[in-house]
């Protein structure tokens, strides 16, 4: 049985010639005795359509080298399968990455994905589509939707920070009637509204410190807003795991939700934003994913 390793050559802006990235993925299979497939995507969803045919081909690890995109992608076609993933973290942020411990270096990433025993890990579903590592409605969905955006040029960290500086200063909040499993409705206005599997944006940023990805359940985590300069004074908090000492902050976990507004509602899956309708219902998917990660 042979590994697929699927590269996205643009993910997080400048990185080495792709043609140096498939020799490396070339030479760290054969170091570890393994046939490997190596394949380049072209264009959106063709990670997913890349991993649907390694998994009809009998591949017994497929391992995505990308951003969160690029893992969403091949983890929705690896779930509730017995194939799992490998993950080489290549894109702005890495949240998942981070949180799994997947080395930062290409080659020690593949090392130990291409070693790793898998283990069951959740996922998430929005609206029906299925997240690995975050969701969102809000501010980060709109943010999302600027750096996604065909016009937007500057990639990576720098140009996602710019994008969500410049956007704090016109963005404007919305209400939402939220409903956990069969409970009562909370109406809340927020700024933010995440659902996480697993604890952090990326870099560092932690919204839902208290989020494992094998625990069976979601952290739901809304941010009411009071003021906008209160919002930005209190934004360190995501740095130090502090977020839900926030006044304002709201955190609970979750296996069902359901998010409503008065209006069409943008929300994101692992940073790919998503035009929504006026009611979004969430769940968790326990163990629905094998993962090889240290």
């Known amino acids: 049985m042979s590994v697929a390793i699927i590269i996205n050559p ?6 080495r010639p792709v043609g140096d990235r498939v020799e490396l993925a070339r030479h760290a299979a054969a170091a570890a005795g393994e046939a ?9 969803g063709h990670a997913r359509s890349l991993a649907r045919a390694a998994r009809g081909n009998g591949a017994r690890l497929v391992v995505a080298w990308g951003g969160d995109g690029t893992i969403n992608e091949v983890a929705t076609e690896l779930a509730h399968g017995p194939v799992p993933l490998g993950i080489v973290a290549g894109g702005s942020g890495n949240g998942l990455a981070r949180e799994l411990n997947i080395p930062a270096g290409p080659a020690r990433a593949l090392a130990a994905a291409l070693s790793a025993v898998p283990r069951a890990m959740d996922l998430g579903e929005i609206d029906g589509r299925l997240f690995v590592n975050l969701a969102g409605i809000g501010f980060d969905a709109h943010v999302a939707s600027r750096f996604n955006a065909a016009a937007n040029r500057r990639r990576g960290l720098m140009g996602y920070a710019a994008i969500a500086a410049r956007s704090l ?3 404007s ?22 659902i996480a599997n697993s604890p952090q944006f990326g870099n560092g940023a932690r919204i839902a410190p208290a989020a494992r990805v094998d625990d069976g359940l979601l952290d739901l985590v809304i941010v009411e807003e009071r003021s906008r300069a209160r919002t930005v004074w209190h934004i360190p908090r995501l740095f130090t795991g502090t977020i839900e000492k ?23 899956i692992d940073g790919e934003p998503i035009a929504g309708g006026n009611s979004l219902r969430v769940r968790v998917h326990p163990s629905a994913l094998q993962i090889a990660a240290p």
């Open 10 to 15: 643009i993910a997080g802006g400048r990185m």
């Open 36 to 44: 490997a497939d190596i394949f380049v995507t072209e264009q959106p």
């Open 169 to 171: 200063a016109s963005y």
């Open 173 to 194: 909040t919305a209400r939402y009637a939220i409903t956990i499993g069969d409970g009562g409705v909370m109406s809340v206005r927020a700024i933010l509204v995440t």
């Open 246 to 268: 926030m006044g304002g902050c709201t955190a609970r976990r979750i296996t069902t939700a359901t998010i409503a507004c008065e209006g069409p509602m943008t929300f994101h």
